[in-house]
């Protein structure tokens, strides 16, 4: 194992370790740790997009905001 991993002890239900083990022993993983390894770092990839894109709508309504009160304020206040 690469040094830079680290152990983590976690709990799941039976069934999630039953159908990790029909992914090994039908060869689609070498080991449970593998196929945890692989579903944790899809998961991330696929939740750093998922926030990338929250963020990048909230910057473009903060944005469009601002907009708003600047145009209020040259043109509404007086």
Not at 1 to 23: A, H, N, Q, Y
Not at 47 to 58: E, G
């Amino acid at each position: 194992m690469k040094k830079d991993t680290e152990k983590v002890t976690i709990r799941i239900p039976r069934r999630f370790v039953d159908s990790l083990e029909f992914l090994v022993d039908a060869d689609d993983f070498p080991s449970k740790s593998e196929a945890i390894r692989v579903a944790i770092r899809d998961l991330i990839y696929e939740r750093v997009d998922l926030v990338t894109a929250k963020l990048k709508k909230i910057q473009e309504a903060e944005k469009s905001i601002n907009e708003i009160k600047d145009i209020r304020r040259e043109y509404l206040t007086r």
